[in-house]
């Protein structure tokens, strides 16, 4: 687990996959801000302005995903959940070392930017 500025314990549940890493998601679609809010009961919290219909918000969600860890939106796969706020994203090529890096960096610069 990583620790922000404020030493509050950053807890992101992202697992090893044979293609990459899995990471947990909680969606918030129809949002007024894009982007991810922070963290949820170990999923990352992100928002799209995207209705949950004929998967927008999940394509809106991969997208918000991929630009905040650096890589192409290809790369971010949604493998369940798709009608559920609860969703996994399997970000293709990336170790969970590297991923969770990017994701609490992320969370944290999210964080800070509420306050």
Known sequence: ????SDNIEIAIAIVEHSAGA??????HPGSRREGIFGIHAGALKIGVNAAPENGKANAAIARVLAEAIGCK????????????RDKKFLVQGWT????????????????????
């Open 96 to 115: 969970n070392r590297d991923l969770k890096a990017k994701l609490t960096f992320a969370a944290c610069a999210a964080k800070s930017s509420v306050k």
């Open 73 to 84: 939106p290809s790369a971010v796969e949604l493998i369940s959940g798709s009608t559920s």
């Open 1 to 4: 687990m990583s620790k922000d």
């Open 22 to 27: 899995v990471v947990s998601v909680r969606a």
